[in-house]
């Protein structure tokens, strides 16, 4: 089936140390976001790409970045991880109009 | 900007009660409506969209919804309330991007 996969599912990361989270989709969709969701507050919306144009919100922190090598993939990139970037991260992939599909979310526990 | 808000924290209803979540917008132009249901440690999954057409939208899981221009609402409805309709509800607005309301605890007793 179609989807959109993220992994790991669970991440455990040091404080300070660099962590990678990733997200495939097989739906061919030109828009991919990532969001932030911490205890089951709204998902906050940290970066999308429609198709290579990459956007990232104003309040976004400097210490997260992302990239899109290729249609299917997405990264998040979080240099220096703090007690505060626990969080569930999701991604989720959409056309140009229309309803958003997200992956199960990877999350981060920082120790 | 465009936004979306959800005025209750929490809602709680009996097993084979309707149900409603409520969800009103601040948009410019015409909106794009969505509601998602979230269960603990997932995704959220889509339910249903409102884009054009007819005001009153049906989803999964035996949910619709009601796009009311007047009163700038797009209230999540069910005729009969199950416990598994219990998570987290999401009402959201296409910006072009995805934007969220708080959310709202939906919580089915039996």
């Known amino acids: 089936d179609a989807m959109v996969i993220q992994n790991p599912r669970y991440q455990v990361t040091q404080f300070g140390k660099p962590v990678t989270l990733s997200c495939s989709q097989t739906l061919n969709h030109n828009v991919m976001y990532w969001y932030q969701q911490k205890s089951s507050q709204a998902p906050k919306l940290l970066f999308h790409?429609?198709?290579?144009?990459?956007?990232n919100e104003a309040d976004t922190p400097d210490n997260f970045q992302s990239r899109r090598p290729n249609t299917s993939f997405c990264f998040l990139d979080i240099r220096s991880p703090g007690l505060g970037d626990a969080a569930m991260y999701l991604c989720?992939?959409?056309?140009?109009?229309?309803?958003?599909?997200f992956g199960q979310g990877t999350r981060l526990t920082v120790v | 900007a465009q936004s979306v808000a959800q005025p209750e924290d929490q809602v709680n209803v009996a097993e084979g009660n309707p149900l409603t979540v409520k969800c009103t917008y601040s948009?410019?132009?015409?909106?794009?409506l969505f509601w998602y249901v979230q269960y603990p440690n997932r995704g959220l999954q889509f339910l249903l969209k409102?884009?054009?057409?007819?005001?009153l939208v049906k989803g999964s899981y035996g949910f619709e919804a009601e796009f009311n221009k007047s009163q700038t609402s797009f209230h999540l409805k069910k005729p009969s309330a199950l416990v598994s309709d219990s998570a987290l509800y999401f009402c959201a607005v296409r910006d072009p991007d995805m934007r969220f309301g708080a959310g709202t605890r939906l919580t089915v007793k039996p």
């Open positions: 989720a992939t959409s056309r140009a109009t229309g309803e958003a599909f």
């Open positions: 409102y884009i054009t057409g007819d005001n």
């Open positions: 948009v410019s132009g015409n909106p794009y």
């Open positions: 790409y429609y198709d290579k144009d990459f956007n």
